[in-house]
């Protein structure tokens, strides 16, 4: 059985005490869980029904129609560009290639040592700062190639 660390354990317990049934905290729980194991798995999601005493099926139905959560190990940092009307006039393509070249991985896969995985999304909701992407959880705008290699360098 997938491993829970205490604290999790705890929080999640916390979280529980919030709801009138444990199937409503199933996104948060999922959260949490993606925090501790990287991804949500089949196993995963068995864990998850357990705790919550929901069907695995019903999980599964959760996890497979989010695209914020992974199925399988994904990098450090998790690169997300917007390819959505504003960041596409304003060059997302080019900056999306130069991603492409520079960590040589294709959208959807992550680079050999582990660090970043490539993605594309809809409009961040940022399109000011356009053209935009996402390292989890922080926003860079008015990215270039030079910016971008600048932020990558601070990662590493
Ligand atoms: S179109 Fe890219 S953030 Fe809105």
């Known amino acids: 059985m997938k491993e829970i660390s205490r604290e999790t354990m705890e929080k999640i317990e916390k979280l529980l005490t919030h709801y009138p049934n ?5 996104l948060e729980v999922l959260h949490i869980l993606q925090n501790e194991w990287g991804f949500i798995d089949e196993e995963g999601e068995e864990r998850v ?3 919550l005493d929901i069907s695995p099926v019903d999980v599964h139905e959760v996890v497979t129609f989010y695209t914020m959560f992974y199925r ?3 990098g450090k940092y998790k690169i997300k560009i917007c390819r959505n009307l504003t960041c596409s006039l ?9 991603l492409r070249k520079k960590l040589k991985i294709d959208v959807g896969e992550t680079t050999l040592d582990g660090k970043f995985t490539l ?3 809809e409009c961040l909701g940022a399109c000011e700062l ?8 922080e926003f860079y705008g008015r990215l270039t190639p030079e910016k ?7 990662l590493k």
Do not use: C, F, H
């Open 22 to 26: 444990k199937r409503s905290a199933l």
């Open 49 to 51: 029904a357990s705790l």
């Open 72 to 74: 399988s190990q994904v």
């Open 90 to 98: 304003l060059g997302s393509d080019t900056l999306l290639n130069y």
């Open 119 to 121: 993605e594309t999304v």
């Open 130 to 137: 356009a053209p935009v992407m996402q390292i989890n959880e």
């Open 148 to 154: 971008i290699d600048e932020i990558l360098e601070g």
